[in-house]
């Protein structure tokens, strides 16, 4: 979504980076880059405005003149002000005191309100709630539906009396929702309302009607963040016709400029509470203003990175495989394909290296990724009998051609799967025997190795004697003073000389 803005933003500070100071030509000619991007990215006018004149006040004063690196104070100031435009800090639902609380969603149709809907209810039941559908949206064909599907799929309930498509009062069903909540005992109730592809007196006035009949502790209004200035508009009159507590940003994923995100907060004063970032119930989370900043610097995201690994791997399989890589057991096929799904399970690999730090300089080879190269592996190796996991050498021409049959790839690909992953096997040893690596297991010799392996001896049979008759190491006369009683051999003292007279650090 913002990786035009993002390339834009790095360029403009890495000119920067060369300077040791910054002249008022140059924090005019930096802020003139940037209101440039942002305006290319399709952010609000009002909006550019406002955040360049932020910028250059705080460039002009002592924080950038009496920085070190005041090209690097201006990254974080432009970072620190992307952060206050998108919203400061992270904005949480707010739950009722009494349950069930009310979740009403509006906006566009097109937006994705129903299949926001669903993954709002996924994520709220995998936070430890007992959330409830509501089909309101009795006007477009199909909605109720689609949103029972995704119920089934979500594994919540869903309150769908009506069946749709033209047929029922949109408001009463609202209105009985709370009361089949409230028996049932749900403690959160999102209702999916009807929406139009453009703003008209009709859709305003049915969604004031269920706003007003179920009092909802928070609406939601869900922006499609792809359509541009037109966010603006949209938003305002929504704003004015239904009021909103919160914005949703849907497909986050596409190749739009972004400038919706940047606009909406600004113009309606409302955070953006949650996003959507793809066609799959798991793609949505909250919404945190200072790592969508950093990321639009290409600054990346590690701590979404931490928290989606978190959420996805299960903690006694990470342990049992870090134990096995620990005690230097042999690392199998099976081994590297449970953790190729484990990694699988976070995402598509593209998303999840665009949340390192610095990969925008490496877009195009990050577009290149094929999550589909993947499954051909994971397809290879179940094609292999659990022998040939357990060991790849005995993979002759006969077994690699059945297994590529097996498989639906070529001779060349298995060929090129085993090579690597021997090759990958004796780093990951050398890794556990701590060949180079600091602080890994067995990296110092067991007591018996050191037994077994005794005196070097030479090949040179006059070296090889003199090795066996070796004379004891001359001590210096000074002692037992660690490197200092070293001396060479062959060295001796002067006569008369007293060591004891000497200033050594520590005597007193």
């Keep these: 979504m913002f990786e035009t803005l993002s390339d834009r933003l790095t360029s403009v500070f890495s000119s920067l980076r060369s300077r040791g100071r ?9 802020c003139r880059e940037i209101r440039i991007a942002l305006l290319e990215a399709d952010v609000a006018l009002p909006v550019v405005k406002a955040f360049i004149a932020r910028v250059k006040e705080r460039a002009r004063g002592a924080e950038v003149s009496q920085a070190l690196n005041p090209a690097q104070q201006v990254v974080k100031i432009v970072h620190d002000e992307l952060i206050e435009v998108l919203g400061g800090e992270t904005r949480r639902i707010r739950f009722a005191k009494t349950p069930p ?101 009709e859709m305003m006035r049915q969604a004031a009607d269920i706003r007003d009949a179920i009092n909802p502790d928070e609406v939601l209004f869900v922006l499609d963040a792809m359509i541009g200035q037109d966010a603006v508009n949209t938003a305002r009159a929504f704003m004015e016709g239904v009021g909103f ?16 995100a940047l606009s909406v907060r600004q113009i309606t004063g ?9 066609e799959k119930l798991e793609d949505f989370d909250v919404f945190h203003p200072d790592r969508m900043a950093s990321r639009i610097l290409d600054m990346g995201d590690i701590l979404t990175l931490i928290e989606q690994a978190q959420r996805t791997f299960d903690e006694r399989e990470a342990a049992k495989m870090a134990d096995k890589l620990a005690s230097g057991e042999s690392f199998t096929l099976d081994d590297f394909l449970e953790q190729m799904m484990m990694v699988r399970r976070l995402g598509p690999i593209k998303n999840l290296l665009a949340m390192m730090p610095g990969i925008g300089q490496f877009r195009d080879q990050l577009n290149q990724i094929d999550d589909r190269d993947l499954d051909r592996i994971a397809a290879i190796i179940r094609s292999m009998t659990p022998e040939e996991r357990r060991d790849p050498r005995i993979i002759n021409g006969s077994r690699r051609a059945r297994i590529a049959r097996g ?15 021997l090759e990958w096997q004796k780093m990951m040893k050398r890794m556990t025997q701590g060949m180079g690596f600091p602080g890994m297991p067995g990296g110092r010799k067991s ?11 030479s090949g ?31 060295l001796d003292l002067p006569p008369g000389f007293d060591p004891s007279k000497l200033k050594l650090p520590g005597q007193n």
């Design 270 to 278: 409302r955070p953006i509470m949650f996003a959507s970032t793809g």
């Design 447 to 457: 007591q018996k190795q050191k037994a077994k392996k005794g005196r070097r001896v």
């Design 101 to 201: 609380t009310v979740i009403m969603l509006a906006g566009l149709q097109g937006a994705g309100k129903t299949t926001l809907a669903g993954k709002l209810a996924k994520w709220l039941r995998d936070q430890g709630h007992a959330p409830l559908l509501v089909a309101c949206d009795l006007q477009r064909p199909n909605a109720v539906q689609q949103l029972t599907v995704l119920a089934e799929r979500a594994g919540v309930a869903i309150f769908a009396p009506e069946p749709g498509n033209g047929v029922g009062d949109p408001v009463a069903v609202a209105r009985q929702s709370i009361d089949h909540a409230k028996r049932k005992q749900y403690d959160v109730v999102i209702v999916d309302t009807a929406g139009r592809l453009g703003i008209d007196e």
């Design 22 to 30: 910054l002249s008022e030509a140059d924090i005019d000619a930096t």
């Design 460 to 490: 040179d049979p006059r070296k090889a004697a003199l090795g066996k008759a070796a004379p004891p190491k001359r001590q210096g006369a000074l002692g037992n003073l660690g490197v200092l009683g070293q001396l060479p051999s062959g």
């Design 245 to 260: 507590d919160g914005v949703v940003l849907t497909k986050l994923d596409g190749d739009a400029r972004g400038g919706a």
């Design 407 to 421: 498989s639906g790839v070529s001779v060349s690909a298995v060929n090129n799967l085993v090579v690597r992953f």
